[in-house]
């Protein structure tokens, strides 16, 4: 059996262990002669799975009951939608910050239904940098501030949750939770799709405080509301199961790893390790600010990008797959989530070195 190393950014490299799980119980789960896919979301042994993998994601990232935690569909680009109708009213301020692709395409949602305030673009800095805080225009009486702690796209990552004061914190987390540590209690809401550090696509992790959701959103029908997946156990309607029960499966995975201390640590060498060969060379280079960079994808470009296809086919020749970077930014990006090992990084940083010696 050939794995790859597999840099993709989302949906993103799982764990071995995870899948050979899965696939071990894939056509007689628990005894049952079917899969975890043909059974009831409302049966017993799903339920139990259901609530193992909430409890394990609440034990991992600490969240007490004040939180709801919910498993929906319709991926980030629906929360950026559903995030103003549920947590403000019409006639409120919303702020936003914005710091690359994704908060940009939060934004143009929520303007879509309220009035935005943008505390700071960095589009200045070609979104490789971002607005000192104390330029921040915040509204005292937001809503919510509305972030996204790493920007997938440009590798552009906030280390620390942005002080607001009373307003509450809004995170588009898609592709660094469960990386980290993050101390819950900072934020009024946490989300983020599946497919980049959780499990399968289709699966959508909301994190969020229970006062904020038990109004509702005015006027909203029930399926658009949070408080109805959260009085539901997130079974107002058939749950993505198959998704679930992976992502369940992923957390248990990390919570043998030694939890989210030990990803951190993991993650950080990763990282480091990689940013310290590109900037030990002339050839490589990553254009984000050193505070702001990200631990998950991690771009680069080459000094020649003529280079670029050569690169990318003999790379993939030597099993280092899908290292392009995004279309809007070109050159490379390597996403190192979870389950991406030292071993691939060594094996990408080699074949960096060989490939600049036969071509710097
Ligand atoms: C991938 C990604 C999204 C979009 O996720 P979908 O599940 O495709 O809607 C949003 N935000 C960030 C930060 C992402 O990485």
Request: with cysteine; hydrophobic share 45%.
């Amino acid at each position: 059996m050939a794995r790859v190393f597999n840099f993709s950014a989302g949906p993103a490299a799982l764990p071995l262990e995870v899948l050979e799980t899965a696939q071990a119980e894939l056509t007689d789960w628990q005894g049952s002669g079917m899969s975890v896919m043909e059974v009831s979301h409302r049966s017993k042994p799903f339920i139990a799975v259901a609530e193992q993998a909430e409890a394990d994601l609440r034990e991992l990232m600490g969240i007490s009951d004040e939180y709801a935690v919910l498993f929906l569909q319709g991926g980030a680009t629906q929360q950026f939608a559903l995030i103003p109708m549920n947590l403000s009213a019409a006639g409120q301020t919303v702020d936003q910050l914005v710091t690359g692709a994704w908060s940009k395409k939060a934004l143009k949602q929520a303007q879509a239904v309220r009035n935005v305030n943008v505390v700071a673009d960095g589009a200045e800095s070609g979104y490789c940098d971002v607005p000192a805080a104390d330029t921040w225009k915040l509204t005292p009486d937001a809503a919510y501030f509305h972030y996204c702690s790493n920007e997938t796209i440009g590798g552009l990552e906030i280390h620390d949750v942005p002080d607001t004061g009373k307003v509450p914190v809004v995170c588009d987390m898609s592709s660094t939770i469960l990386s980290r540590p993050v101390d819950v209690n900072r934020f009024g809401m946490i989300y983020a799709g599946a497919q980049k550090n959780i499990g399968p696509a289709g699966l959508t992790i909301v994190i969020v405080r229970k006062d904020l959701i038990a109004e509702g959103g005015a006027g909203l029908p029930d399926i658009l509301q949070y408080r109805t997946q959260a009085d539901a156990g997130s079974m107002s309607n058939t749950p993505p199961t198959f998704a679930w029960y992976v992502a369940g499966l992923v957390f248990d995975w990390i919570k043998r790893q030694g939890g989210l201390p030990a990803m951190a640590k993991h993650n950080q060498a990763k990282a480091e390790k990689l940013y310290a060969a590109i900037d030990g060379s002339d050839f490589y280079a990553n254009p984000v600010a050193i505070p702001y960079r990200s631990w998950m994808n991690i771009p680069f470009t080459l000094a020649n990008p003529e280079l670029d296809a050569a690169f990318l086919q003999q790379s993939a020749a030597e099993g280092l797959t899908n290292l392009k970077g995004h279309r809007s930014v070109g050159g490379m990006r390597a996403s190192i989530y979870n389950a991406v090992s030292m071993d691939a990084i060594d094996a990408l940083i080699s074949f960096m070195q060989e490939f600049e010696r036969s071509n710097g």
